[in-house]
């Protein structure tokens, strides 16, 4: 099922009855309009999200609490695989430049997260440079995530000499990491960053190792690349599209 599929059948793949497109929808509005924390589940039950849509008609997702936290273990899975851990008496101090809309998953995630443990910072993408420098000088962050697009002018304040943040990691997602901005990012924090893929739909799909290796998170997903028609194509042959199928959400078929 595609996600124009899913959305034009929703009511009829969901699997609990107390869920309807329509209430679902106005959850995600007043979220936006009202300026709600993304982190406090739907009627205490569901974690919701939604794309942005820019490839045609937008996706809204739900998950129940287990497949909620299958979500966020798949994002931590890419810092234990970076070799980045947390614990007791070391807190992942990480910051999150992203979307701040409540709706993106990113919003999502970083709102779940927030605990001593994990002390999250969440920055508005868009936001002036010079509010965002000042915020990372503050909070020193152990874990830098962000889309290559905002990772890139952080590099360059780095380099400048106005950023001063020392981070273990650096992480991009969201966005096609190209190799120039790769190689900017490893000039700044002196480590090549870690390219994490994910989407809204499925949470993590694949990270990297501690020698820059991608990894599909295989227990969670079933990936198969396909032609413009969705028929598998054959081994060594680039597909059009990516078929994923994901295994542990049972709130949408």
Excluded at 13 to 33: F, G, I, K, M
Aim: charged fraction near 20%.
């Amino acid at each position: 099922m595609t996600k124009a599929d899913l959305m034009e059948h929703f009511d009829e793949a969901v699997t609990t009855p107390d869920v309807r497109l329509a209430d679902l929808e106005n959850h995600l509005r007043s979220l936006t309009e009202r300026g709600g924390d993304p982190g406090v589940p739907w009627k205490g039950r569901w974690w919701a999200a939604a794309t942005a849509g820019t490839t045609g008609r937008r996706g809204a997702f739900v998950w129940n609490r287990t497949e909620w936290g299958t979500v966020l273990a798949s994002y931590a899975r890419a810092n234990d695989w970076a070799g980045i851990s947390a614990g007791p008496t070391r807190p992942l101090k990480m910051t999150l430049v992203s979307s701040r809309v409540p709706t993106h998953q990113s919003a999502v995630v970083g709102a779940s997260l927030c605990s001593g443990l994990v002390p999250a910072l969440r920055l508005d993408v868009t936001a002036p440079m010079a509010e965002t420098v000042a915020a990372l000088n503050r909070f020193q962050p152990r874990v830098l995530v962000g889309y290559a697009s905002a990772l890139k002018p952080l590099a360059a304040e780095q380099r400048a000499g106005r950023l001063h943040i020392s981070p273990q990691g650096v992480m991009s997602a969201s966005e096609v990491l190209s190799p120039h901005t790769a190689s900017e990012l490893e000039a700044a924090w002196g480590s090549a960053p870690f390219d994490v893929y994910a989407a809204t739909e499925t949470a993590g799909i694949a990270s990297p190792c501690t020698f820059r290796n991608r990894h599909v998170y295989e227990d969670l997903l079933i990936i198969e690349p396909v032609d413009q028609a969705g028929a598998l194509v054959s081994p060594g042959t680039t597909g059009a599209k990516l078929l994923v199928t994901v295994l542990f959400s049972r709130t949408c078929r």
